[in-house]
């Protein structure tokens, strides 16, 4: 059977017949009818479409049929709809396959657009700071730098990180504390092989540092998270340590709550646990107080993991842990009797960088930038989707928007169409938490790095993140 569009010419401009052929499902020959019309051109990137009761009038199908099949061309990227201003064929007619952060050695292409969290734009890193750092550091740079590296890292990184540390974070510790690695990854490594496990964590997080405790053979079972941070009433005297993100937790925002914060302290203490504190963005609030390390509660009881990774550049390899006075010496034997991973010049460069103020202005500069990204973003979903909330903006350099139930998969399926990258929530989600009752902390959102594309590629990205979502 065929039927013929007959009322095209009013909407589009132009006489274009859309033939339903063959029999079967309408809804599915609507649909394959209305893609080709888009692949062959005959619709043309932003033609408005018949509201889908006209066209279920014009063909003699059910309003429902033509408008689940408006809905799921939309989910697929081939069409966009906007409050008020009715269906339109998407601009991008070309499908691009999604692209998430590597997870496996080779890296796949990337797509035109990024708003994948997780790296900062690599053109802001202050080289010219950088470089006047690395002449400093290198003319006063005694000669033992030059020779076999310490395992514990570089002296004069340790002081400058020590005096750094308790004034921006509140951290307690001697520069005979701190210990130099390569990342926040290696200092996990070196945790999980000096702790060992079971762990828990919260139950958004990192899937890659799940698997990296798994490597090392550490188990992890979830904490449930909710607008308050982990609910660390879970943890239990079997667990040897608690992976938390207090000043911001990743990725849903926000931080830990004050209570909260003294419970985990006391369940360290009363049970000999450590809590391990990824501080991977405590640097970068915007609309909050600035909120204090829980090192800071009790040095003896937990240990501080950070990294230049987000304020200056994942390139530099080098990362921290701040550790209770009986881990230093195990964490020092575990990463071997010279350094191996850290760079001795990087390792000046950085003391000096912190030692001049150049740390300092950078983290402003890189604040004020990411609050105003953080802002265009929030602007746009108002104007083009104020039906999607926003959260766990006044921190971090990345934002959740929350979706309707059963959107999430669509909804990155549809920006991938619009050639952007950008991860679901269920991506972070803990493969135990369904089995651990936490059902009620399911959700549907997007995580939305705002600090990665370049200025130019930026309001782009934000306006095929919104053509994306799924309509109000």
């Not at 040897?240 to 360290?268: E, I, M």
Request: glycine share 10%; aromatic share 6%.
């Amino acid at each position: 059977m065929t039927d013929s569009w007959v009322n095209s010419a009013e909407i589009l401009g132009s006489d274009l017949p859309l033939e339903l052929s063959g029999t079967g499902n309408r809804r599915a020959l609507l649909m394959a009818a209305l893609r080709e019309a888009v692949r062959s051109g005959r619709l043309a990137p932003g033609a408005r479409l018949p509201p889908y009761r006209s066209l279920a009038a014009d063909l003699g199908l059910a309003r429902n049929t033509v408008a689940d099949a408006y809905a799921e061309l939309v989910a697929e990227g081939w069409l966009a709809a906007r409050q008020g201003s009715g269906t339109r064929v998407a601009e991008r007619a070309v499908p691009v396959t999604p692209v998430h952060r590597p997870r496996t050695p080779e890296r796949a292409a990337r797509p035109v657009l990024d708003l994948v969290q997780g790296q900062p734009d690599p053109s802001v890193f202050p080289r010219t700071a950088w470089l006047a750092s690395a002449r400093r550091a290198l003319a006063a740079a005694p000669d033992d730098a030059f020779g076999p590296g310490d395992p514990h890292g570089r002296p004069e990184l340790r002081r400058a990180l020590a005096g750094y540390l308790a004034r921006v974070r509140g951290v307690r510790a001697a520069p005979e504390r701190i210990v130099v690695c390569s990342g926040a990854a290696h200092g996990l490594r070196l945790l999980a092989e000096v702790v060992g496990g079971p762990w828990a964590a919260e139950g958004y997080g990192l899937p890659f540092h799940r698997a990296l405790l798994a490597s090392h053979g550490v188990g992890t079972r979830p904490l449930g998270v909710d607008a308050d941070g982990a609910r660390v009433d879970g943890l239990t005297r079997h667990d040897r340590a608690v992976l938390l993100t207090p000043a911001h937790q990743f990725p849903t925002g926000g931080p830990l709550h004050p209570a909260r914060r003294a419970a985990v302290v006391d369940w360290a203490r009363a049970t000999g646990g450590l809590v391990v504190e990824d501080d991977y963005d405590g640097e970068f609030r915007y609309d909050r107080q600035p909120v204090g390390a829980v090192q800071g509660l009790d040095p003896e009881h937990v240990v501080l993991v950070g990294s230049v990774s987000k304020s200056l550049s994942p390139a530099l390899r080098i990362g921290w842990l701040v550790l209770p006075q009986r881990l230093v010496g195990p964490v020092v034997a575990a990463k071997g009797e010279r350094e191996q991973f850290s760079s001795a010049t990087e390792q000046l460069t950085l003391a000096d960088f912190v030692e001049s103020g150049a740390y300092d202005r950078q983290v402003r500069r890189m604040r004020q930038r990411h609050r105003r990204r953080r802002d265009q973003l929030v602007t746009a979903l108002e104007r083009r989707a104020p039906h999607v909330r926003v959260t766990g903006i006044a921190a971090g350099l990345h934002a959740v928007l929350e979706l309707p139930p059963g959107t999430e998969r669509s909804a990155v399926r549809a920006a991938a169409w619009q050639g952007l990258a950008v991860e679901g929530l269920a991506d972070y989600l803990h493969p135990g938490a369904g089995r651990a009752g936490q059902a009620e902390d399911l959700r549907d959102g997007l995580v939305v790095g705002y600090a990665t594309p370049a200025e130019s590629a930026y309001p782009e990205a934000l306006e095929a993140l919104c053509r994306a979502l799924p309509p109000g």
